[in-house]
């Protein structure tokens, strides 16, 4: 715009000048030029922006668990087959999770009669239990140690197998992280526990991987 106006000046002096320099001319009237406006608006030079990179972050390691004792619980489970629920001591190994991708294989033990749940504790299960599992001679499991409160009755009178199979082990594997196929699953026992255990293997076999028993008479008739 500035050039095209300075020869517009340029243009008007000379026409201004000319007259006085040269003998009076008809001159044809010229046409005046025109200012030609720019027909498009100037556009906008985009100015790039610059996109802040995030920066990578780390991950922060899990610290390595130190437990070497497992912790041991009591729940109440409930049950319709007895007069009362299930009174359970629950062994959980050292550094125990709550989540678990393929989950902890199950021992049941069961104590002899006239005895509670924890004899098993007090016979040294759960301290062998930590030992082991720290040595890594065995994996990481879960204990399962029910109460039962009637001590002389046998299979065809007493509910407690139903109470177990039905209820305990169900309740178990809902509550806790475990392994429920057969093969994760073993059951024990001492004297009537041993019993129980040998009686519960057989008629549910699909149950358990494994039986166990100690100082086991067998059920009368058995």
């Known amino acids: 715009m500035r050039r095209l106006s300075s020869h517009f000046i340029i243009f008007i002096l000379l026409l201004a000048f000319l007259p ?9 009237p010229t046409l005046q030029p025109t200012l030609n ?3 498009t608006q100037p556009t906008a030079t985009l100015t790039p922006t610059v996109t802040p990179t995030p920066l990578p972050t780390s991950t ?3 610290a390595p668990c130190r437990e070497t004792r497992g912790t041991i619980i009591d729940v109440e489970i409930p049950t319709g ?6 009174s359970t001591k629950i062994y959980l190994p050292p550094c125990y999770k709550a989540q678990s991708d393929t989950g902890y294989p199950v021992l049941y033990m069961l104590h002899g009669q ?6 098993w504790v007090r016979l040294g299960l759960t301290g062998a239990a930590d030992e082991l599992i720290a040595q890594g001679s065995i994996q990481p499991m879960i204990i399962v140690m029910p109460f039962e409160v009637t001590w002389t009755p046998g299979p065809e009178d007493s509910k407690f197998d139903e109470a177990l199979t ?12 475990t392994c429920p196929s057969k093969a994760c699953r073993a059951v024990g026992g001492l004297s009537r526990g041993g019993n129980w255990a040998v009686y519960i293997g057989f008629a549910f076999p699909d149950l358990f991987g494994v039986v166990g028993a100690h100082s086991t008479p067998l059920f009368y008739g058995q």
């Not at 087959?81 to 299930?86: A, D, G």
């Open 20 to 28: 006085g320099c040269q003998a009076p001319v008809e001159v044809e």
């Open 37 to 39: 406006q720019p027909t």
């Open 60 to 62: 922060p390691t899990e």
């Open 81 to 86: 087959y007895l007069n009362r629920p299930v």
């Open 114 to 119: 006239a005895a509670t749940n924890d004899q």
């Open 166 to 177: 039905l209820d305990v082990i169900p309740y178990i594997d809902s509550n806790y992280p």
